[in-house]
């Protein structure tokens, strides 16, 4: 989409060789790595279920016993809150015979979850409370045979998962994308996107490969051919290099631009808590592997990806408001269309370029402007990952 969000890095060679050589043009993943289902299998164990995934809005659990069933990889889990409020995430996995305990994406139970083959039930802790004839047999370990948890947390409003055995530090993974990109925690925390209310929500269903999603989001090298209303609102978008190449800086709304929308008119009222230089200014943050984070003063834009098959990912994406904004009714609309429109340009470009993927031409990949070097570093990162 937009941001170059990264620090300057000198871009490693990634890849096959390929027709793009050293200098000007580093060359991209070979084009298998966007289409090969071997790979998408690998990046799912060695990525998504081994780091810390968002799987909903805190809100969506608001009350004891809500819950979702969420995709996380390979895995299903379940994400409940408890009657102590805390919320937790299991395995979606019964431990009788494996039936898949819920399979409703969402729903709310008063304080357990029953399976639907043989009933074995289950306390919102997870602790195994009843069964048939479970009393004839005393030997069964209530606890070891409860559900299996998932290592959960809540930060800025979202619950974030791991199904990893030993969960990387969520510290580490995902605050420091934001240290890497805003310098520090405390520049998200003026946002208090965790108090913000959701105005808008909307899903879509992207045929490309997640890390094309991602490559887009990168860079802005697109921004002036394909997103006329965001170059609009934030003119330096426009040159492609969007002088983003060091920590902190966000980009400088128009003069004549009043607010975030996609005409340029005035927004809503403004977050209280932000500083005063991240007025009139858009940050974004990528969370890897499938977080983005959009700022601006009156609203928070929040980007979740699932990726479900090496050709397809599906992106939930929430417009955050100050919450009096949301409750008093008024018109959304030409803030949420700005990055609608963001979307909807940045998927269509993104499905345009799936289908060389798998051409003989791309079998060595392409090649990256020098403002897309920071992108092969994102390249080398998944690559690690599955070496
Ligand atoms: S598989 Fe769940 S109760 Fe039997
Ligand atoms: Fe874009």
Redesign the pocket.
Known sequence: MTALEQPPVTAPRVGSAGSASAGSLVPTLPGHWYTDPAIFEAEQERIVEAGWVCVALSADLAEPGAYRTVQVGRESVVVVRGRDRAVRAFFNV??????R?CVEPEGKVRNKLQ??????TYDLAGKLIA?PNLTQMPDVDRIGYGLVPVAVREWIGYVWVCVAPEPPSFEEEVMGAVVTRLGDVESIDHYGIEGLALGRRISYDVAANWKLVVENFMECYHCATIHPELTEVLPEFADGYAAQYYVGHGAEFGEQVRGFTVDGSAGHTRIPGIAEDQDRRYYAITIRPGVFVNLVPDHVIVHRMTPVAADRTLVECDWLFLPEVVRSGVDLDRSVELFHRVNAQDFAACERTQPAMSSRVYAHGGALVPSEHHIAEFHHWVQARLA
């Open positions: 019964c431990r009788h015979r494996g039936a305990l399976c639907p083959y043989h009933a074995w069964a």
